[in-house]
């Protein structure tokens, strides 16, 4: 099971940013956490991770809390072409190696 | 730069027939390989995954199995497909360290 919390979904208007939550409370110490997108009928698209400070690139920004249990995406001006399914994931060990696991993700609606 | 060729896009096979869909990574060399199954509407679940040419790990059982004949080739294989193997196929690799997932376009199965 994934070990991070989305809401099901969200929506933003075309323009604005889209503050995308998630937590993940039992993140361990050397765990990074990685958003991902989904758009219809393709495959996930990486975005952005971070480990404790925050980060931008030119998708997005991700911002973790100082005790590293939650984290928040950032959009900061969305497009139509932004809708989609996010993901937030931390690795999970399995055997040794890390195991990325997605759990259902945000279904963002940006609408005009 | 690094690239994931996933094929075919869209396959329809009977039940009971065999399966085998290849994905190949080029630009990288000795990465992790990853097949994951989506259903529709929801998350995506990790069948098998790759450290290194022979090194196969399954995450749960199933009708399927995969192999890893060159460092940059993965193949997912099954010698009689069910109704309940239909789905979104998607191949990913990802580098040492804590780099992200890439993914492929992915594979819609349909079985009839």
């Known amino acids: 099971d994934a070990k991070t919390t989305q809401p099901p979904s969200m929506d933003c208007a075309e323009g604005r940013a889209a503050n995308l939550p998630c937590n993940h409370s039992?993140?361990?110490?050397?765990?990074?956490v990685y958003w991902y997108r989904q758009i219809h009928s393709q495959g996930p698209q990486y975005i952005i991770h971070?480990?404790?400070n925050n980060e931008t690139n030119e998708m997005a920004s991700l911002i973790i809390t100082e005790d590293r249990k939650s984290s928040t995406l950032i959009l900061p001006h969305a497009t139509l072409r932004d809708t989609a399914v996010y993901y937030c994931i931390v690795r999970v060990a399995s055997g040794g190696s890390y195991i990325p696991t997605f759990g259902r993700g945000t279904s963002l609606i940006v609408h005009p | 730069s690094q690239t994931i060729h996933q094929w075919p896009a869209t396959l329809v096979q009977p039940v009971g027939s065999p399966l085998s869909l290849e994905c190949t990574v080029e630009g990288t060399s000795n990465p992790n390989l990853y097949w994951y199954r989506q259903a529709a509407g929801r998350g995506l679940q990790l069948l098998f995954y790759s450290v290194g040419i022979g090194q196969i790990s399954s995450e749960v059982p199933q009708n399927l199995s995969a192999s890893r004949p060159q460092d940059r080739q993965f193949i997912l294989s099954s010698k009689k497909l069910l109704l309940s193997d239909s789905g979104f196929y998607l191949c990913?690799?990802?580098?040492?360290?804590?780099?992200?997932?890439?993914f492929g376009d992915g594979t819609r199965l349909s079985i009839l």
């Open positions: 990913a690799w990802r580098g040492r360290g804590n780099q992200p997932q890439h």
């Open positions: 039992t993140i361990s110490g050397n765990e990074y």
């Open positions: 971070g480990l404790k």
